[in-house]
């Protein structure tokens, strides 16, 4: 995975982000290097020499032109390094979705993310796909943030500048991802024990591989035979107040959905792999891996375990 | 130059041996500023230690990814209670202190308004302290670890409610705040008073020392910005004891209500503590580069522009909250306008060493560093004030990085110069300058080490205040190089802590004028006395000692 | 610099600290209060449930009357003090504290009424917090205002209080001025605005 930093955007907010970054840090290294340089010259051409006569030099009280002068300067640069910033912030604020701009929810709990496709009825966490947009004819993306608790904030640097989830509140950001991959993000306001475990990531994907994850993300849970055991269990013990697997009795909101848990990369909103063995000690003892995670601890028999396990690994 | 100090008064003679527990009921009950001024130095000091053993923990924590050294639990705290600790316990009273020592020296007078109000701003400040720190073992009872605040030093709501926060860890928070804030109102009441009318004779507004006026304008800050965040404290008091709803989302109300409410405070607040440190430089620079300051005038107007345009940029702390983008530009253009005033004072302190034949003992050698380091941290708070840039960069470790520099870079390095220049008029004795040199040159190199790096990782994509972070991401080596700057600083403050230590007693004597310095602290001896000046002096320019040593060239017509 | 030594008084330094200090609190208290307003206001019309302002509250004419005529007596006595009428301040500032309980106890009254006849409490919905937080701070206020000015009627009556300490009375008027002044606010906000 790549850093995720500003300095390498893919999608267009984050392209003009940039573009932004770049003018600004050329003023104000400029103006660094230019006031160093004085002060450095100053500090060499003005300093006492061995072989002083210990006589005070000239006193120079001020000068009324020269302190005009440079409270006038730095007033013009900060004028102009405003008008162009409030361009930008129109720019970015004020774009409207287009009719058929992808929707996304995104709603921030203590400690992961509830990811919607409210048009889709697609409901996944963690994890974003979002189909390429192309630079011709743009595709973007609009998400609504909320926050289940506290406040969050939802930051993908390679995509977008960040925005915070906030409880009884609602806010929109626009991704337009223009290549293809898989960028990195996370929560980006202390939200609480588990603030650096709430990671996100987000797969950008041509439009053919998108609506062949939509389409999986929207078929119901697998119900396999052999897993039925394992589903009767998951149903009856506490998960299914938590959890969600549509399809089955389980309805519960505390918790991220898992109808598709399998289709996942991580496990805990980025904390493990998602793989069996992890899937196995994350539901025998969350806070192991997680500590502070609000999922309880249910302690299972060994067997049990296996089943329910078995049973969740089938829900590609 | 002295004038001659009647036995009327004075001190017992120094042959005359005092028990150490007459010493300390002296300390306990005085009410002199001097001896105010020192305790609140020394408390800073202690409270510096403290939250740089926090620091430290937290630095090792993030030295590499994926490291376990401290839980979640226990990283979370420390972050909360360092940035606590530095801001309320070390930094307002390094400057409250520093204000309470010179400012009744400075304009020709004797004490404080009022002396008893004075020792009580600094109890109830230390108390305060105390309460914080007491949370450690009394947070949710001795049961369980016991726990200091986890909030984060600015405590956003929800967060801060009880259904998120049970247990009584922020409200050790909030009641220690709402303690120290008292003593701080307090104590600025006192500082605005002495200065608008015990000034000596002649000592109009316009012949006072820069960093009187310094205090000035931050004192009247204070009695209008700390209130609100009393207010936003006794509102979460309400909620979290009485089940009010201030900040309470699911009934209706506005977690950006705090934000709000807790910037209008919080962001005066480091012009508060910014501010002293800019009066520190322009006493020092001007004295070690033998010349006047450059454009005293527009120095003063420069902080009360500071003062005014910074009350209107709190908001730029909440960029990401989705104010919209009118407020969002407004803010833009507030925090942009109030960089003016601060570049016009730091060329002015240029415009002061040009010409001048500058000397580098150590309180100049801070000022040196200072200047470089404030341009930077400066000029970082003008990018955040680009609002999409602040898009990528709140919340971030270049946010991090900045205000430590703001902080650390601005005031603390003028502290420490500050600490070397008025020592001797404390004490009678001086620092040692070998030990000042390694004590300035440990530190500086420690702290760039730490903070200039740390910029990176923030442009990397870092967030603040996690416990860890994951492998993959190229975090690692700026990490790393941050935490290597930690033993520098450390080694650099234990230098200087010895210093005092042994150089109150060891010191070379210092007479009362150790700099060939021209305010009037320097017109009497060191220390001291009670009384301050035995007979109040008469000023008639801004340098009453440049007048008496050079009577062929005073200052007035100049002025 | 000479070494003349007598203080410059008043050219130099005109205020006096008393009055100085006694500003600057009622500064800080200021801060203070619009806080508490401002959340007010905020908050108006954004409770979730009842009871709504509208449906519960009832004009406090009586009590702000007797309010706002205490800052005429306290200014009553004030002036006496500076004539040297001892007695006649001491009955003054008697009168503006019971001016200052009959408040108080009209506060309690409705706050009584509130809670049992409608059940609002600062645990109810956004007006009851917002409600018993700025009219309870203010209260507070008005609370310590009335310890002070007991105080100060019982120097006045036992003849400790001298004409020459008008001055320090002056300010302790001066903050019962304010916290009128504050009722003004709070009653414009609460009972005019807010309902």
Redesign the interface.
Same mark, same amino acid.
């Given at each position: 995975m790549p850093t995720p930093t500003l300095f390498s955007p893919v999608s267009t907010p984050a392209f003009a982000i940039r573009e932004l970054a770049v003018f600004v840090l050329g003023i104000t290294g400029a103006i660094f290097f230019l006031v160093s340089g004085v002060g450095v010259y100053v500090l060499v051409r003005f300093r006492r020499r061995k072989e002083d006569d210990g006589r005070e030099p000239p006193q120079v009280y001020g000068s009324p032109q020269i302190e005009l002068a440079w409270t006038v300067v730095p007033i013009l640069i900060v004028a102009v390094l405003f008008l162009v910033t409030a361009r930008y912030i129109y720019a970015i604020e004020r774009r409207e979705p287009p009719a058929d701009a992808l929707e996304v929810t995104v709603v921030g709990h203590q400690w992961w993310w509830e990811v919607r496709y409210p048009k889709l009825g697609i409901v996944t966490a963690n994890e974003l796909h979002l189909p390429v947009s192309d630079p011709e004819h743009p595709t973007p993306t609009f998400v609504t943030l909320r926050s289940a608790d506290v406040i969050h904030s939802f930051w993908i640097p390679q995509l977008a500048g960040k925005m915070d989830t906030i409880p009884n509140k609602t806010n929109r950001v626009w991704l337009e991802p223009q290549q293809r991959g898989t960028y990195v993000g996370q929560c980006a306001e202390y939200c609480g024990g588990q603030h650096a475990g709430m990671l996100l990531v987000a797969t950008v994907e041509t439009r053919d591989d998108f609506a062949r994850w939509a389409a999986a993300q929207e078929a119901p849970a697998n119900d396999e035979l052999q897993a039925r055991r394992g589903r009767e269990l998951f149903v009856s013990l506490p998960c299914s107040s938590c959890h969600t697997v549509q399809g089955t009795p389980a309805n519960g909101v505390f918790g991220p959905d898992l109808t598709h848990l399998m289709s996942r990369s991580t496990l805990g909103a980025g904390v493990v792999r998602n793989t069996p063995d992890n899937l196995r000690l994350w539901i025998d003892d969350p806070a192991a891996l997680k500590p502070g995670a609000l999922m309880p601890a249910v302690k299972l028999v060994p067997e049990d375990l296996d089943r329910v396990t078995a049973y969740l690994s089938t829900l590609r | 130059m002295t004038l001659p100090a009647p036995t009327i008064g004075a001190r017992r003679s120094a042959d005359a041996p005092r028990g150490w527990l007459a010493v300390l009921h002296d300390w306990v009950v005085t009410v002199d500023h001097k001896r105010l001024g020192i305790l609140y130095v020394v408390t800073a000091i202690g409270f510096l230690v403290v939250a740089g053993l926090e620091a430290s923990a937290i630095r090792l924590q993030l030295a590499w990814s994926n490291l376990h050294i401290l839980s979640p639990g226990t990283f979370n705290r420390l972050f909360t209670m360092h940035g606590t600790t530095m801001v309320f316990l070390v930094g307002i009273p390094f400057v409250f202190g520093f204000g309470n020592y010179l400012v009744p020296l400075m304009i020709g007078a004797r004490d404080l308004a009022f002396p008893r109000l004075n020792a009580f701003g600094f109890w109830i400040l230390l108390f305060g302290g105390v309460l914080l720190h007491f949370s450690v073992i009394g947070g949710e009872g001795l049961y369980g670890a016991g726990s200091a605040p986890a909030v984060g030093w600015f405590a956003y709501a929800p967060l801060t409610e009880r259904a998120f926060s049970p247990g009584n860890a922020t409200d050790y928070w909030n009641l220690a705040l709402l303690v120290t804030g008292l003593g701080t109102i307090a104590t600025a009441v006192n500082l605005l008073v002495t200065i608008l009318t015990m000034r000596g004779p002649g000592m109009t507004l316009g012949r006072m020392p820069v960093f009187v006026w310094e205090m000035l304008t931050i004192s009247a800050l204070t009695l209008i910005i700390l209130p609100p965040l009393s207010a936003a404290q006794i509102m979460l008091m309400l909620d979290r004891f009485l089940g009010a709803h201030f900040f309470d989302t699911q009934a209706g109300a506005s977690a950006v209500m705090w934000q709000h409410f807790f910037w209008f405070f919080g962001h005066p607040e480091v012009y508060v503590l910014a501010l002293p440190g800019f009066g520190f430089a322009s006493e020092i620079i001007p004295v070690f580069s033998r010349k006047v300051l450059f454009g005293y005038a527009t120095l003063v107007m420069a902080s009360a522009g500071i003062g005014l345009v910074g009350m209107g940029t709190w908001a730029h702390h909440m960029f990401a909250v989705g104010m919209g983008s009118p407020l969002n530009s407004a803010f833009a253009a507030s925090t942009m306008l109030v960089g003016v005033p601060t570049g016009v004072k730091l060329f002015n302190w240029l415009g002061t060493m040009y010409g001048g034949k500058i000397r580098f003992e150590t309180p100049m050698l801070f000022c040196t560093a200072f200047l470089f380091q404030f341009l930077c941290a400066g000029l970082t708070g003008i990018m955040l004030g680009v609002v999409p840039f602040d898009w990528q960069l709140h919340d971030s470790y270049f946010v991090v990085a900045h205000f430590h520099f703001v902080l650390i870079g601005g005031l603390i390095f003028t502290l420490f110069g500050a600490i070397y220049y008025w020592f001797p008029k404390a004490t009678g004795r001086m620092l040692s300058e070998r030990l000042g040199h390694w004590h300035f040159w440990l530190f500086v190199i420690g702290f760039n080490l730490t903070f200039l790096t740390m910029h990176v990782p923030g442009m990397l994509g870092m967030a603040r205040r996690i416990y860890t972070y994951p492998a993959g991401r190229g975090w690692e080596v700026w990490n790393l190089v941050a935490t290597l700057g930690v033993p520098f600083q450390a080694i650099a403050v234990l230098i200087v802590i010895v210093n005092v230590v042994v150089s109150v007693r060891h010191g070379v004597p210092a007479g009362d004028d150790p700099w060939d310095a021209w305010t009037l602290e320097w017109a009497t001896s060191s220390p001291p006395p009670p009384y301050n000046f035995a007979v109040l002096p008469v000023v008639s320019s801004r340098r009453p000692l440049w007048d008496l040593k050079h009577p062929d060239d005073p200052d007035a017509p100049h002025e | 610099?000479?070494?003349?030594?007598?203080?410059?008084p008043a050219s130099?330094?005109p +205020?006096?600290?008393g009055r &100085?200090?006694m500003i600057?609190?009622l +500064?800080?208290?200021g801060?203070?209060f619009?806080?508490?307003v401002v959340?007010y206001l905020?908050?108006i019309g954004?409770?979730?449930s009842g009871p709504y302002p509208k449906d519960v509250l009832e004009l406090p004419l009586f009590n702000s009357f007797c309010l706002l005529s205490s800052s005429v007596t306290v200014a009553f006595a004030t002036r006496a003090l500076r004539r040297g009428r001892m007695r006649r301040s001491g009955g003054w500032f008697l009168v503006t504290l019971a001016l200052g309980v009959v408040f108080l106890i009209g506060t309690a009254r409705e706050w009584y009424r509130l809670i049992v006849a409608h059940g609002l409490?600062? &645990?109810t919905?956004?007006f009851?917090?917002?409600f018993? &937080?700025v009219v309870g701070?203010h209260a507070t206020h008005v609370s310590l205002g009335v310890l002070v000015l007991a105080l100060l009627s019982v120097l006045a009556f036992s003849g400790a209080l001298r004409p020459e300490q008008v001055e320090r009375a002056d300010l302790a008027a001066w903050y019962w001025h304010f916290v009128d002044g504050v009722w003004v606010v709070v009653f414009i906000v609460v009972y005019v605005v807010g309902r």
């Open positions: - | - | 610099m000479s070494s003349a030594g007598m203080t410059e130099v330094n +205020v006096w600290r &100085a200090g600057c609190l +500064v800080a208290e801060s203070l619009a806080i508490f959340a905020f908050y954004k409770s979730l409490t600062i &645990a919905n956004l009851g917090t917002t018993y &937080a701070l």
